[in-house]
T-cell receptor, first 115, second 115 residues
């Protein structure tokens, strides 16, 4: 149980275009979803926290207009990287948490490369 | 304030020997603590968690960790390393901060298993 999927697993896009990444909880309802960014050989950096039906809470330094997060249902959250630039290239990982539980269940990640 | 320190960025052990990955934390409140494992280009998998129940926590794949409040530690151990254990391990603390749960990741420990 507690499986989280991400789609796509990797994507290459041109500078200036937008990319949408989906995060789904497959066998449970996720009241809270998190989006992380991981640079090579580094730890995860929390970008934002989203609760179903409400606006995402962004961490300091993360541009909300650039990284659009939508948590439309209890099983789906999306991250859209708008007007992508090469410096946005990274490994993006989502996680989901059930109400009342503290552990997070992570998706497999999405490798974004902006050329 | 909340923080987590993984004392070793790299640990190298021989197959069949014990594994010790160290983690120290600080938190204003009684925290929940987790260990996650990440294999290359993969998402994170929950190994085990401490949430104020038994201080010795057993996880998957033979790993266990002991919560020691007096030492503010949550070290991860395994009696006998297997080649498949080679991966990056993250210690995570989750505690109340400003009315919501704040999650902090350690910088990770890369475990190398030598045949």
């Amino acid at each position: 149980g507690a499986v989280v999927s991400q789609h796509p697993s990797w994507v290459i896009c041109k500078s200036g275009t937008s990319v949408k990444i989906e995060c789904r909880s497959l066998d449970f309802q996720a009241t809270t979803m998190f989006w992380y960014r991981q640079f090579p050989k580094q730890s995860l950096m929390l970008m934002a926290t989203s609760n179903e039906g409400s606006k995402a809470t962004y961490e300091q330094g993360v541009e909300k207009d650039k990284f659009l997060i939508n948590h439309a249902s209890l099983t789906l959250s999306t991250l859209t990287v708008t007007s992508a630039h090469p410096e946005d290239s990274s490994f993006y990982i989502c996680s989901a948490r059930v109400r009342g539980r503290y552990e997070q269940y992570f998706g497999p990640g999405t490798r974004l490369t902006v050329t | 304030a909340q923080s987590v320190t993984q004392l070793d960025s790299h640990v190298s052990v021989s197959e069949g020997t014990p594994v010790l990955l160290r983690c120290n934390y600080s938190s204003s409140y009684s925290p929940s603590l987790f260990w996650y494992v990440q294999h290359p280009n993969k998402g994170l998998q929950l190994l085990l968690k401490y949430t104020s129940a038994a201080t010795l926590v057993k996880g998957i794949n033979g790993f266990e960790a002991e919560f020691k409040k007096s030492e503010t530690s949550f070290h991860l151990t395994k009696p006998s390393a297997h080649m498949s254990d080679a991966a990056e391990y993250f210690c995570v603390v989750s505690g109340a901060s400003g009315g919501y749960q704040k999650v902090t990741f350690g910088t990770g420990t890369k475990l190398q298993v030598i045949p």
